[in-house]
């Protein structure tokens, strides 16, 4: 993820604003945080730089990072049922279509 942002002088609002449109389209984010207690796995969503076609997401497993991975835009995990993590649901009215991924992980249990 691209993260090199302008630097903004200090208390400068307006300077803020402008490099924040400027910089925005250009740059990655992090947009969601999801923490599953009984699995000890923190997903972190982040929208990628520029024009890519897919997003990100880390994998962390007691605070440590296991997994950096291409997700499908807007990609965000919203539940857990064991064994199965899920996403948020992708709607799309013109195809009549609704998508809900659902993966699991390997046990990470020492």
Sequence with gaps: MDTDYQEVPRRDIKKMRELYFEDRPLRGWYNEVEYFE???ILFRSYKKS???PYDGLQ???KNV???DIDVPEDFVVK???EPYYYSSADIDIEKG???IYRFKLPDLND
């Design 50 to 52: 520029g024009d890519s």
């Design 79 to 81: 539940g857990y049922i």
């Design 59 to 61: 994998i962390y497993h």
């Design 97 to 99: 279509e609704i998508k």
């Design 38 to 40: 009984e699995t000890e």
């Design 65 to 67: 990072l296991i997994g």
